[in-house]
């Protein structure tokens, strides 16, 4: 499974983004997909993940609220809808997605397989 993440972008307080991550190889319904983020100088940090087979979508508190993750299994891609951002949104976006990760491992980046290769949101205050 290869996915590739799109969508990052320079944005002013207040304002939104829409990151996309396709996902290609195999059908993606799957998959639990998330969102991750890692800032300068920080660990990497779980944003949002949207379960497989219609399993559910959970959030961190820091952008429950304010992001929305989505998918369209029949185009084997996950959206990551942010508004309201904040400069402190400000990181590199990941992408990954694994297929037998059990609920009580969706936050931990090191239980994803398959990665992508991250997109740049800057938030500007």
């Known amino acids: 499974v290869q996915l590739q993440a799109s969508g990052g972008g320079e944005v002013q307080a207040g304002g939104s983004l829409r990151l996309t991550c396709e996902l290609s190889g195999r059908a993606s319904r799957r998959f639990a997909v998330a969102w991750f983020r890692q800032a300068p100088g920080k660990e990497r940090e779980f944003a949002a993940v949207t379960r497989g087979n219609g399993g559910g979508s959970y959030y961190s508190d820091s952008v429950k609220g304010r992001f929305t993750i989505s998918r369209d299994n029949a185009k084997n891609t996950v959206f990551l809808d942010m508004k309201n951002l904040k400069p402190e949104d400000t990181a590199v976006y990941y992408c990954?997605?694994?297929?037998?990760?059990?609920?009580?491992?969706?936050?931990?980046?090191?239980?994803?397989?398959?990665w992508g290769q991250g997109t740049q949101v800057t938030v500007s205050s």
């Open positions: 990954a997605a694994d297929e037998r990760i059990i609920l009580s491992s969706l936050w931990q980046a090191a239980n994803y397989d398959y």
